[in-house]
């Protein structure tokens, strides 16, 4: 029996743990924290720590949990001796045969898409799944559906495609390109480079859709095996574009933009790419516009949350860097107070200074809550988000904008961002019940 090794027991590890066992390979999980043994029978572990019996072993290949740096000793260790090391995304994909994959990555409105196109593979096929970075691991799909044809629409961080190797979507895109991740990346250029991964083992029938909007993607997206459709929301001069009102794939009319409900040109944007990736899929024209026309958007990016006296309250926790947050600003004409700050990852925030008209007041909070005193001309650092949001409710008349939008990660004050939106929400309903 072959051995392999998960680094991480978080909740995609444990996912891949189970699914190599199942798959006949002894496993081993090791994780600095504690591990929960429930579900985990036949499975070796170590915990609160990684021993150094580990390293004196032989192993297949290495699953590493995508948010361990490859800086991190252990990781190091096993690259210098010349292990294979995938993310769970790469074993998953290996041994469902039958899957078929829409796969999605870019800096900022992945999950947007990934969430339109899973609702319109459902109009097909009700037992289509959305995984991967979305938060459902890929492996927990294979565990339930490892044997059947599925459609699955993949999210997918450029940390799960550094770990891949063979793996292959019919129909991809990278959303965007902006600097992200400088904390756990080498450089920028690299962060880039990682998320063309996507379309490596694609082939001529398959399909990425191109931003040539995007000066980097422009850039980096080359040698592409694939048919490449081009994408632009400025230009019909490409194979997916709007014009008279509705968005095309060529001479295919997808949908009325004017159905869209979720707010932003670049929302439109988001639900071209699920439209066109809808229908390489075999989505019917008829569904994919349903969809559309019922589709309200994702939660923690730019969410309505209600209206208190005329002041209407957005939660974009998911905004976690400076391109999020500016696409989220672009959305609304005037009068935003804004609340942002949390986690510094070392990007340049100066983005956003080209909304400083439309920001008639900006409360920062968290590790960078200094970082935007030159960005915007009425700004405040605070200590925390409710510090922050009580300040802007203090300030807002009707007819303005309270929009959470941090332009940073979480980890600060935080576990993640969807804890900050959800105690966001909290503090919203705590105010209105006041």
Not at 388 to 415: E, N, Y
Request: net charge negative; charged share 25%; glycine share 6%.
């Amino acid at each position: 029996m072959k051995n392999v090794l998960v680094i991480g027991a978080a909740r995609s590890g444990i996912a891949a743990a189970r699914l190599l066992k199942r798959a006949g390979y002894n496993v081993v999980l090791t994780d600095m924290k504690e591990i929960d043994r429930e579900g985990l029978d036949g499975i070796e572990v170590f915990d609160n720590g990684h021993p150094e019996c580990l390293k004196e072993r032989t192993y297949e290949f290495i699953v590493k949990n995508p948010g361990i740096p490859y800086t991190a000793p252990l990781i190091q260790y096993f690259s210098e001796r010349g292990d294979k090391i995938y993310t769970e995304i790469e074993t998953a994909s290996r041994i469902a045969k039958n899957f078929h994959y829409g796969a999605i990555t870019g800096t900022d409105g992945k999950t947007t898409v990934t969430t339109l196109l899973w609702e319109m593979l459902r109009k097909k096929d009700p037992r289509a799944q959305a995984a991967g970075n979305i938060g459902l691991p890929l492996s927990d799909v294979v565990l339930e559906h490892e044997n059947e044809k599925l459609d699955v629409a993949l999210e997918l961080s450029n940390f799960q495609l550094l770990g891949t190797e063979a793996f292959h979507p019919e129909v991809c895109t990278v959303t965007n390109l902006a600097p992200d991740h400088l904390d756990y990346m080498d450089s920028l250029e690299s962060y880039y480079a990682s998320k063309m991964k996507i379309y490596a083992n694609c082939t001529p029938q398959d399909w990425f859709i191109r931003n040539v909007d995007d000066e980097q993607i422009m850039k980096y997206a080359t040698n592409i095996p694939c048919t490449v459709i081009d994408f632009s929301l400025k230009r019909d001069d490409v194979d997916l574009y709007t014009k008279d009102g509705a968005a095309w794939l060529n001479d295919i009319r997808l949908f009325d933009v004017a159905d869209l409900k979720i707010v932003g040109a670049f929302n439109c944007g988001n639900a071209m790419m699920a439209a066109c990736m809808a229908y390489k899929l075999g989505v019917s024209l008829e569904d994919i516009r349903e969809v559309i026309r019922s589709f309200h958007g994702v939660e923690h990016r730019i969410e309505f949350v209600r209206e208190i006296g005329g002041v209407r309250i957005y939660n974009d926790t998911k905004a976690t860097n400076t391109h999020a947050a500016c696409a989220a600003l672009s959305a609304f004409d005037r009068n935003v107070i804004l609340l942002c700050g949390g986690k510094d990852k070392h990007i340049s925030f100066d983005d956003l200074k080209q909304f400083d008209d439309e920001v008639k007041h900006c409360f920062s909070f968290g590790q960078t809550k200094d970082h935007f005193k030159e960005i915007f001309t009425r700004q405040t650092s605070v200590g925390t988000m409710e510090e922050a949001f009580a300040r802007a409710m203090k300030i807002a008349v009707p007819g303005d904008v309270v929009l959470l939008s941090p332009a940073c990660s979480s980890f600060d004050q935080f576990r993640n961002y969807e804890v900050r939106g959800e105690i966001f929400k909290e503090m919203v309903d705590r105010y209105r019940k006041d």
